[in-house]
């Protein structure tokens, strides 16, 4: 079969290898669509060693089962399916109470990441990993289950903040980001302020139910504070998309006092943290920061509920498998909008 590997570090391209076969345990998933994130540049980018090589890439998957493996009960050929990229112990406190994404044994990694992902006309994946899609367009679910789940999971810890009326302001209106706004106008009833450094990405916030776009540039903040009004009061809940040390500091200076900063994006920032009262603070006294990870497979469900429903749609740009590389180069330069997917 054909897949698009990372086969030495840096370097992604389209081969030939072995169709896989279901093991124990396992489903055979023909692939219908594979979202490209941000992560698999960092992957890609990464010091030799720290991932394993050859690996074919590719973490948000979603396809129709081609066949099952031995043991394997409630799934059968023909079934579609999106893939549950995470793959804990399953026996740590983390992973009983279903925090996979806080698994304390297994370190962060996955299908895709640490072994081989959905880049490919076939994908082996353990069952466990599956949940039905019904009717859901594959294109659509693929991004979900990460670039749709991350943010459902930063939200989902946020929620008790998120009351009615209150504000939330989303950094980067990229593949998590637009996912993120619609993922708010569906489930709370919060003012969203949409950040971005792209007219087009301020454009696809406004179409996803964002009430306020503010472009990202030196007078951000204030244009921002106009909105939220002045310190001590400000942003209930700031949602980083991105993470760079522009952005980072753009959130912590718009965040309320008793607010929420929820890091999702992992640009490589510095988010400086001084216990003081006094100015110039380094953030607002009783801010809560979470850097939050994926998310589990009850959030991934539910979210795939909101897409069933018609809720929550990614815009996509859709790529062939053999042009993969090219949609990796679009999304390092930044232009792609919303999520490029991979279709073998
Ligand atoms: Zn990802
Ligand atoms: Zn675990």
């Known amino acids: 079969m054909r897949a698009v590997r990372m086969t030495s570090p840096g370097v992604l391209e389209q081969v030939e290898v072995p169709t896989p076969t279901a093991g124990s345990g396992e489903v055979l998933l023909a692939v219908g669509a594979v979202g490209a994130c941000h992560s698999d540049l960092h992957v890609l980018d990464a010091p030799p060693g720290l991932f394993p090589t050859p690996i074919t890439l590719g973490h948000e998957i979603a396809?129709?089962?081609?066949?099952?493996?031995?043991?394997?009960?409630?799934?059968?050929?023909?079934?579609?399916?999106?893939?549950?990229?995470?793959?804990?112990?399953?026996?740590?406190?983390?992973?009983?109470?279903?925090?996979e994404n806080q698994c304390r044994r297994v370190p962060p990694g996955g299908i895709g990441l640490s072994r081989d992902g959905g880049l490919a006309e076939y994908v082996a994946v353990p069952a466990s990993r599956l949940l039905h899609v019904g009717d859901l367009d594959l294109i659509q679910a693929a991004p979900?289950?990460?670039?749709?789940?991350t943010p459902y999971h930063a939200i989902e810890l946020a929620r008790?903040?998120?009351?009615?009326?209150?504000?939330?302001?989303?950094?980067g209106i990229g593949g998590l980001g637009h996912l993120a706004v619609q993922i708010l106008v569906a489930t709370t009833a919060v003012h969203i302020i949409a950040v971005d450094t792209s007219v087009a990405a301020l454009d696809l916030a406004t179409r996803m139910g964002a009430h306020h776009v503010v472009r990202a540039d030196p007078e951000a903040v204030d244009r921002i504070r106009e909105i939220v009004g002045p310190a001590p009061d400000g942003a209930d809940v700031v949602i980083d998309c991105v993470g760079v040390d522009p952005t980072l500091t753009t959130a912590r200076s718009v965040v309320a006092t008793g607010g929420q900063l929820l890091l999702v994006g992992l640009g490589g920032g510095t988010l400086p943290v001084r216990p003081v009262a006094d100015e110039p603070p380094t953030m607002p006294l009783e801010t809560n920061v979470v850097i939050p990870f994926w998310g589990t497979r009850a959030e991934l469900q539910e979210l795939i509920a909101l897409g069933r429903l018609g809720l929550v749609t990614a815009d996509v740009q859709t790529f062939p498998l053999e042009?993969?590389?090219e949609a990796y180069d679009l999304l390092r330069r930044g232009e792609i909008h919303g999520r490029a997917v991979i279709v073998p």
């Open 63 to 99: 396809g129709t089962v081609e066949t099952v493996g031995a043991g394997v009960t409630g799934w059968s050929a023909g079934d579609r399916a999106a893939v549950y990229g995470i793959i804990g112990c399953g026996t740590c406190r983390a992973c009983l109470r279903g925090r």
């Open 144 to 149: 979900l289950t990460d670039a749709g789940l």
């Open 160 to 171: 008790p903040a998120l009351r009615p009326g209150t504000t939330c302001v989303v950094i």
């Open 323 to 325: 042009r993969a590389p």
